[in-house]
């Protein structure tokens, strides 16, 4: 069974990124959705896989970003029929937000190259087998609360919410494992006056680039393994 992934993009940098490559890699099919751009939403039933991206928008904007509404009822629709589902930052919480959770401000704005602490499901977890050291790119204020019946898999110092796992193949991350230099750089440009030490950040993530993106293809392969049959993995 070849990977077909429906990716939903919300900006022009954020796309699946270091997880894209991966799947590709793996034979994947990715087709990418952007309703925030006018684009119908297509008929989910042929795709077994789903990437949730980023976004500068917030969840509970809905009167700003109608389209928002639709999106969340096709990820709760992929939720109910059995879809693998990885959500990612602004696609973690729409995650959360279909699966009924809260998503609010949370107690500090993270930016920057972030530790992330696994809790003790987290460190049995699927996802993260091989990764005993998580360390990723955060860029958020919002945080997500763990769904009912969801299991909480990770968070960090200024975000106890960093990951959750609801079933068996569906994951929300407030993290951001997907961000390539390129991507990355292009967020920088775009901050405006966002309080960062933007050159500092930029080589900190130069400088691990290579993990990062290891990290990413790990991430990735748990995934599909964890979430298809063995003879689609």
């Avoid at 896989?49 to 809905?62: A, T």
């Avoid at 990820?75 to 029929?81: K, L, M, T, Y």
């Avoid at 059995?82 to 500090?108: D, F, N």
Wanted: charged share 20%; hydrophobic share 45%; glycine share 10%.
């Amino acid at each position: 069974m070849t990977l077909s992934v429906l990716v939903f993009q919300h900006e022009p940098d954020d796309g699946p990124g270091y997880l894209g490559e991966a799947l590709i890699r793996r034979g994947a099919r990715l087709t990418t959705v952007r309703l925030d751009k006018g684009e119908s939403m297509p008929n989910i039933a042929p795709y077994n896989m789903f990437l949730v991206m980023g976004g500068v928008m917030n969840v509970y904007q809905e009167d700003k970003y109608p389209w928002l509404i639709e999106e969340t009822q096709a990820i709760r629709e992929a939720i109910e029929a059995g879809k693998a589902v990885l959500g990612v930052c602004l696609g973690g919480q729409l995650l959360a937000k279909a699966l009924g959770a809260q998503v609010h401000i949370g107690v500090a704005t993270e930016i920057g190259l972030t530790p992330i602490t696994l809790t003790e499901a987290g460190e049995a977890d699927p996802l993260f087998e091989g990764l005993p050291e998580v360390e990723a790119i955060e860029w958020h204020a919002d945080t997500f609360d763990i769904p009912a019946g969801a299991v909480a898999l990770a968070g960090s110092e200024g975000c106890a919410h960093q990951a959750f796992r609801f079933g068996q193949q569906v994951y929300g991350l407030q993290f951001h494992p997907e961000v390539s230099l390129l991507m990355l750089a292009e967020w920088i440009k775009g901050a405006g006056e966002t309080p960062i030490d933007k050159s500092s950040f930029q080589h900190a993530i130069e400088a691990k680039a290579g993990a990062l993106q290891t990290q990413a293809d790990r991430l990735i392969d748990n995934f599909v393994q964890r979430c298809m049959p063995p003879a689609s993995a």
